[in-house]
Structures are given as structure tokens and as C-alpha cells.
């Protein structure tokens, strides 16, 4: 190798040059996740290593490469063999998951090719891109930095890109700017340090190994001035680190940190002299440490420690980052032989899901688990050689402080995708590979440690030709994979939501079942728009349904579409036991919202009940608040209370029983179901209360309203039973008492709901009185704080019985502005409404039209009225 001294080629300078972008092109491409990156990501790390290698043929230098590209190597093959289209027979023994999915799914629909390993090989297309991407930077990295010079320069730039990171982060926290340099907004995360990383974690990770660079950078350099910059560098991207609120992120930097000063003081101590004590450098880490975590607590104490009391400690980890692993690791079982594909875990886990989430998990956030079931068994391997590359790189003498920091921070880094990704993004992933190529130069021919250099030589023109070629495979594998899942999503639900034919649908969606066969979203979107057709579409949405279900079988609105296709055709036990399915894999709402009103008989309400602890009182009590449903709901609860004997279910049903018999006007019936309430829950409240129910339709309103007095006195801060109280005092006609106990227990309300309910009862209070325009001032209050179509129409009520037809016109007309879609009669009815108000208002406009006409004093009298009166009828705030 040629000396040092020597001039560099600029070539080698240009292929410096072309890595120093790279370490910044991350960051700034919002720490890698923006879609467009790949493409300078893979011109760049192809430019770099084919002029590093002319470069070191200017030098009369070998190419070399160490034992650590032999992992990215066999990564780059893994991904190029998981895309190559196998017969039936070879796919079924080397990925049997994939054989079944083919047999069962795709044939089935007509796509009967030959299919690669991977489950969804566009993603996999891009991984190669990425890994080729990789290892070209690193090999380019190893070339370059084997100037002095050069090294130095990259991991200058590795430093102030942290800091620089860092700095735009606690601007706009200064600022109190809450998006990225005031023009983006992130939409689904909300990074507490704002930057071009959305994730903090991968924040964290980034600006740790930028700092631990750093440190090593001012205890390589022989005076304070030359040093001050690169420790100022590091206290900045450390207090970044712990600004960003990463708790993993935040102890794995501090990890790093420490492991320098360890291996410094060691280092120091195995070379020490008598003069010199062997703690001097790693104890210059720990005071740095020290101050960096000083400046973050005084930055963010608040924030710190209230992000230290939700974590839990290891409690908190085991439910948010561990508690998937099984099933990931049962996902990574099903494909031993080659994995999944590597990129396609997102596209394949849900078929090994085992419990709903609303979540999409795009990566395991381990990296052991995110190599063995993308890659299996090999990729495992891969994963070991790499580690045992590393730990002979680790024990590689002659280790400078640059070597031992950049060591450090990727060590620290690689424990951090224990529970986090961020190597699987390209701004994390460059740095390192940049880090370990500067690490695993070749040495110097002179120095005394080139002998313990493990790098295999290659010829020049095969150097060449081999980055010329991985660059090539890297920008052709880009064009198949610009072929995105979520792009196939979005454009086949926008043609499901426009409306368009069947079989429009269909082939669309077969087309892009093709490219994505493990999206289970695919299939649902084809069902949705299959079962828009009714009986005729039912069939088919079945099929596709039934596809999804079996790429995802925790899928709500898969359950849900198979009910509605069911049902088309007749099928409505089974319909409704997809309601029920649905319901379970997480959909809270289809029950009352879409499968009750549908059900006929107590055998399907029977068929829709989950057994979830909880679930059968809501279903009782919407069933009882429909009268024209109110038979089946009884007839239902008949078994309900009967199937949930000896549960804590059981009272609430009787309750409901009680309610229901009382809306039916069934009062020996009620009274029965009231002793079997107070039976089970004696002393409840509840029960109280459903006792004066039934005191109260038997026509003993005075026992009623005598025992809910004795109920408030013993329960004064309880809001619901106050409202039910100062609602039987209206009743009884004592107005003045129901106002004083609405104040009574106005300072116990705790939400916008229960304060306007309070209001409500005010206001009827003061219209029972003849307070009109009073009543009229809280019903106004009412709807400014939660404005909806019965506040507007109990607020034109009062307008209109005060003869201002205008103004309660405009009233119902916000009134029905808020009505949800399908609202029938009860739109109707309120349409009629205001068209009566209009023509109410035009006849009083005419009248006092014809008054003026007939008498022009009364003119000047109304103006001048006008003048001294103002009126106001807009909701009061």
C-alpha cells in the first residue's frame, strides 16, 4: 500500500466526496423514509465505489475487501434468490407457505405462473437495491478511508450531520415551531423533538452513533482548540438523543458511551506509563457523558421524567415491544428455508397475527426476528458472521480513538434494533456501514499491525467490473421495485369508492394481486366492490372476502363484508355470526351500528352476542330503545338472562328486563323484574334509582320523589342521580327546588356533556316558569357547547313560541345542516318546520308592511325602536 504521504487520486477524492452525500442525503430525505431516496441512494453508493477503485488503481493500490462484506454479499444473493419464479414442486418444498398460498389462493382467481419465494417480491426488489446499495458504500468506504485525510474528513461529516440534525430539532423547539421548518406536518407521528425524522427512535439512534463519532474525534485531536468544535458536536447530538424521548434510544447511548470509556481506559492501560494514568481519555467520556446529560435534564426535566414514569420499566417493554415477539416468532418457524421475502413482513405477518390490533406492524422492531423470518435460517447465519466479523474487527490492535468511538456507536446501534428498526431505514444504515468501512481499512504496509489485517485482494479490473455490475443490478432492481403496496391500495380504493363497474374492479385488482399477493387488503377492497351489487356481486365478494380472511383472519371489515354478502344470499346465521367475528377481531361499533337493526328473530340477536365480559347490556339497551324492537329485545333477554347467570352481566340485565317492561306499560311484569334486581344488587344505587322508576309509573310519584331526596342526601356529589332528581321535581312542579339542586351539583361535572345536560334542565326549568328568553339563553349556551340537530330544534322551539319565525327558521335549518344522512321522517318533519317558520316570518313581514302603508308614523316609531333595542339570536359561546 502506498504511503500516506502520497497524493491522493482525485478519484479516491471524488468517491470521498460522493460518501460524504450519503451520510447527509439520509437525514435529509427524512431520515431515509421518503420514497424517492432509493434512487440517489443507489447512484451515489454505485459512484462512490467504481471511482474508489479507479481511484486506487491512480494509487498503484489493490482493492481490497474485508470479512465483514461477506454478510451484505450473501444479503445482496438472499434477495436475488428469494425473486426467482419457481416450478410448483421446488416452491412447495423450499417455502411451503408460499406453495399454499399459490395453490389455495392464486390459482384459484386464474394466476397460475410460477412464484417466487418472496410473498411480495416489489419489496423485495427494492431490498436489494438497498443491500447492493450498502455494500458498495461500505467497500467504497473502506478504499477512501485508508488516507488518513480522507477518513478524517467522513467522520467529520458523520459528526456535525448529528449535530446539525440536532440543531434544526432544538430550533424549532426554541421557536415553538411544531412542523418541519414550518412547511410539514407529520401526520401520523408526533416526534417531541421536531426534525427530518418523523420517528424518534430512529432519531435517537442516528444522533447516537453521530455523538459517540464525535467524542472520539476531539480525543483524536492534540490541542483544546482543534478538539472544542467536535466535543461541542457531541453535546449537542447527545442532548438531541435524549431530547428526542427515546427510551431505548436514550439508554443504549449512554451504553455506547460508556463502552468507549472502557475501551479507552483498557487501551490507555495495556500502554500506560508512569506519567501518563490510564484513565485519561475514558474518564474525558464520562465527564462528557455527564455534562451532556446535564444539559438534556435541564432542557427537558418535565418531559423526561414524566417519559420515565410511563415506561414502567421493564413492565412497559414486555407489553409494547415484546409481547408480538411470539408471533413473530412463530411467522419466522413458518419459513425456515429461505424466509418470507425479505421487505415482505408487512405484506405476510397478518396471516400470523394472532391478536387484533389496530396497528399495522410494517417490521418486527427486533433485528433477529426481522432476519429469520425475511431470510430464515441463512439469514440467521448471515447475522452471525456478521457479529463475529465485528468482534474480530473489536479485536483488532492498533485502534485508534476515531476507530474505538465509531466501534462504540455501532455496537450501541445494533443493540438499539433489539427493539427498534432503524437500520432498516437508509440514514442509520449508510452511517454505519461508512463507520465500519473507515474501521476496516487495510492497514498501512509499514504498520505494525498490517499483518493482523483480514482483507482479500482483488484485481483492479475485476474490482471494476464488479462495481460496475452490483451498480447495474442496483438501478434496474429499482424499476420493479418502485412498484409500491400502498400505491396498489390506494388506486384500487379509488376506484372502489368511485363507483366503478365490477368488473372494472376485478381486473384491477387481479392486476395488482399479481404484483402484491399477500396484501390481504387486495382482496377486501375487490369484495367491497363486488358486494355493492347486491345478490348478484355476493358470490364473488365471497370469494375474495374468503381470500383476505385467509391472509389476515383477525380482519374487522373482512368479517364485515362477509356478513353483508351472506346475508345477500340469504345465509343470515352465518351472516350474522361474521357480524359477530367482526365485532370480536375489533370492530366495536358494526354490532349496534349495522348488525342489530338487521336481525329479525331472538335466534340471530342469539347468534350476534359475543361473550365478551360487558357486551350483552349495551346490546339490551340499544334493542330497548327502539319501541318498534322493543318485543325482540325482550324475547332475546329472556335467554341473555338465562345464558348469563352467575355472571356480573346478570343484574344489568334485569335491569334492562325492568326498563323494557316499563316502556311496554307491563308493570307487574317490571315489578317482578325490580325485586330480582334488588335481590341480586341490594344496597347498589342503581337499584335505588330503578326502584323510583317503578314507583313512579305505578303512579306513587311522591315515594319516588321522596326516596331520590333521601338518595342525594346520602350521595350529594353523584351528577346523574342530581339530573334525575331535578327532572322528577319538574315533574312534581317544584321548579325553584330542581334549580337548587342542578347548583347543588354544579361543581361536580366533569365534561362538556354533563354541563350541558345541566343547562338543559335549566332551561326547562325556566320555560315551566314562563321565563322564555332565560330558557332561550341556556338553550343557546347548549348549543355552544355541543352543537347538534335536537340543541338547534329545541333552541327554534323557544324562538318560535317568542314569535321570532326568522330566527328560528335559521335555527332548524342548522339543525338539519347536522342531521346525519338517512334520517327519514324525522328530516321530513323538520323541513316542514321551517318551511311553516318562513311562511310565518313573510306573513308577519307583509303585515307590518301593510301598517306602515296605512299609517307612516309607525314607520319612524319602528325605526326608532330598532335603534334602542338590540336582539341577538346567534348561540351564545
Known amino acids: 500500500m502506498a504511503p500516506e504521504s502520497r497524493r491522493v487520486s482525485r478519484y479516491t477524492l471524488a468517491a470521498e466526496a460522493a460518501l460524504a452525500a450519503l451520510l447527509v442525503l439520509g437525514p435529509v430525505a427524512l431520515g431515509g423514509a421518503a420514497r424517492w431516496v432509493t434512487w440517489p441512494l443507489g447512484v451515489l453508493a454505485g459512484l462512490a465505489a467504481v471511482l474508489a477503485v479507479l481511484g486506487a488503481r491512480r494509487q498503484g493500490e489493490s482493492p481490497r475487501v474485508p470479512l465483514l462484506a461477506a454478510p451484505l454479499v450473501g444479503g445482496v444473493l438472499l434477495c436475488a434468490v428469494q425473486l426467482v419464479p419457481l416450478p410448483p414442486a421446488v416452491l412447495a418444498w423450499v417455502s411451503p407457505e408460499a406453495a399454499a398460498l399459490r395453490e389455495d389462493v392464486l390459482v384459484p382467481l386464474g394466476l397460475t405462473g410460477f412464484r417466487p419465494v418472496s410473498l411480495d417480491p416489489s419489496a423485495t426488489w427494492r431490498e436489494l437495491a438497498k443491500h447492493g446499495a450498502y455494500l458498495l458504500t461500505f467497500l467504497a468506504a473502506v478504499q477512501v478511508c485508508r488516507a488518513r485525510a480522507s477518513r478524517k474528513r467522513l467522520m467529520t461529516v458523520l459528526a456535525f450531520t448529528g449535530a446539525a440534525v440536532a440543531a434544526v430539532g432544538l430550533g424549532h423547539a426554541l421557536f415553538g415551531v411544531e412542523t418541519l421548518f414550518g412547511l410539514r406536518a407529520y401526520v401520523h407521528a408526533r416526534p417531541p423533538l421536531v426534525t427530518p425524522f418523523g420517528n ?61 470509556a472502557g475501551w479507552l481506559s483498557k487501551q490507555r492501560r495495556e500502554a500506560r506509563t508512569p506519567a501518563r494514568p490510564s484513565w485519561g481519555r475514558g474518564a474525558a467520556v464520562l465527564l462528557g457523558l455527564l455534562a451532556t446529560l446535564s444539559v438534556g435534564l435541564y432542557l427537558a426535566a418535565d418531559q423526561l421524567w414524566a417519559e420515565a414514569r410511563t415506561a414502567d420499566s421493564v413492565e412497559s417493554l414486555r407489553h409494547g415491544k415484546v409481547e408480538p415477539w411470539p408471533m413473530m416468532a412463530r411467522a419466522a418457524r413458518a419459513f425456515p428455508v429461505l424466509g418470507m421475502g425479505r421487505g415482505a413482513f408487512e405484506a405476510a405477518f397478518p396471516r400470523y397475527q394472532t391478536e387484533p390490533n389496530p396497528n399495522t406492524f410494517t417490521h418486527p422492531e427486533n433485528v433477529v426476528l426481522q432476519v429469520a423470518t425475511e431470510w430464515g435460517v441463512p439469514g440467521v447465519l448471515l447475522l452471525a458472521l456478521g457479529l463475529w466479523g465485528f468482534v474480530r474487527l473489536v479485536r483488532r490492535e492498533g485502534h485508534g480513538p476515531v476507530d474505538l468511538a465509531a466501534l462504540s456507536g455501532v455496537a450501541a446501534l445494533a443493540l438499539h434494533n433489539l427493539f427498534d428498526f432503524n437500520l432498516e431505514l437508509p440514514a442509520c444504515a449508510v452511517a454505519v456501514a461508512v463507520a465500519l468501512g473507515a474501521v476496516a481499512r487495510p492497514r498501512d504496509a509499514g504498520s505494525l499491525f498490517a499483518r493482523r489485517t483480514r482483507t482479500g485482494a482483488l484485481p483492479t479490473g475485476l474490482a471494476l467490473a464488479l462495481a460496475a455490475g452490483f451498480t447495474g443490478v442496483v438501478l434496474v432492481a429499482l424499476v420493479p421495485g418502485s412498484r409500491r403496496m400502498a400505491d396498489a391500495e390506494a388506486l384500487l380504493a379509488e376506484r372502489v369508492s368511485a363507483r366503478a363497474p365490477g368488473l372494472e374492479v376485478r381486473a384491477l385488482g387481479l392486476s395488482l394481486i399479481d404484483a402484491h399477493p399477500a396484501d390481504y387488503l387486495l382482496y377486501r377492497l375487490v369484495a367491497m366492490g363486488s358486494v355493492r351489487d347486491g345478490p348478484a356481486g355476493a358470490k364473488e365478494a365471497l370469494v375474495f372476502v374468503n381470500r383476505a380472511l385467509y391472509l389476515r383472519p383477525l380482519d374487522a371489515p373482512s368479517h364485515r363484508v362477509a356478513a353483508r354478502a351472506l346475508l345477500h344470499l340469504g345465509r343470515r346465521a352465518q351472516g350474522f355470526l361474521e357480524y359477530r367475528l367482526s365485532h370480536e377481531a375489533g370492530d366495536t361499533r358494526v354490532l349496534i351500528s349495522e348488525a342489530l337493526p338487521l336481525a329479525r328473530t331472538p335466534e340471530e340477536l342469539r347468534t350476534l352476542t359475543p361473550e365478551a365480559p360487558g357486551q350483552a347490556p349495551e346490546l339490551a339497551a340499544a334493542l330497548l330503545a327502539v319501541p318498534e324492537r322493543r318485543a325482540l329485545g325482550l324475547a332475546w333477554l329472556a335467554w341473555a338472562r338465562e345464558h348469563y347467570e352467575g355472571r356480573p352481566e346478570a343484574t344489568a340485565l334485569w335491569m334492562h328486563e325492568t326498563r323494557g317492561r316499563l316502556a311496554q306499560g307491563e308493570l307487574p311484569a317490571a315489578e317482578a323484574a325490580c325485586a330480582e334486581v334488588e335481590r341480586r344488587a341490594p344496597d347498589a344505587l342503581a337499584t335505588h334509582l330503578l326502584r323510583a322508576e317503578v314507583w313512579r309509573a305505578q303512579g306513587r310519584g311522591a315515594d319516588a320523589l321522596q326516596a331520590l331526596e333521601a338518595l342525594a342526601k346520602r350521595f350529594p356529589q353523584d351528577v346523574e342521580l342530581a339530573f334525575t332528581l331535578a327532572a322528577r321535581q319538574q315533574e312534581a312542579g317544584l321548579t325553584r327546588r330542581s334549580r337548587d339542586t342542578l347548583d347543588a351539583v354544579a361543581p361536580f361535572l366533569t365534561n362538556l356533556q354533563q354541563r350541558a345536560r345541566l343547562l338543559s334542565l335549566e332551561a326547562d326549568c325556566f320555560e315551566r316558569e314562563g321565563l322564555l328568553a332565560r330558557a332561550l339563553e341556556q338553550r343557546r349556551s347548549v348549543v355552544g357547547l355541543l352543537p347538534g340537530p335536537d340543541s338547534h330544534f329545541a333552541v327554534a322551539r323557544l324562538q318560535e313560541l317568542l314569535s321570532r319565525y326568522d330566527a328560528a327558521a335559521r335555527s332548524v335549518h342548522e339543525g338539519l345542516r347536522l342531521m346525519p344522512p338517512g334520517a327519514g321522517s324525522r328530516r321530513t318533519e323538520a323541513e316542514a318546520w321551517a318551511a311553516r317558520l318562513e311562511a310565518h316570518e313573510r306573513a308577519q313581514v307583509d303585515a307590518r308592511r301593510r301598517e306602515r302603508v296605512e299609517d307612516p308614523k309607525a314607520q319612524e316609531l319602528e325605526d326608532s325602536l330598532r335603534g334602542s333595542r338590540v336582539v341577538s339570536d346567534s348561540p351564545a359561546p
Open 200 to 260: 424518534p427512535n430512529h432519531l435517537a439512534g442516528f444522533l447516537g452513533l453521530a455523538a459517540t463519532v464525535a467524542v472520539g474525534l476531539a480525543l483524536s485531536k492534540p490541542s483544546r482548540a482543534e478538539a472544542w468544535p467536535f466535543a461541542a458536536a457531541a453535546l449537542v447530538s447527545g442532548a438531541g438523543v435524549l431530547l428526542s424521548l427515546s427510551r431505548a434510544g436514550i439508554v443504549f447511548f449512554v451504553f455506547g458511551q460508556v463502552l468507549l
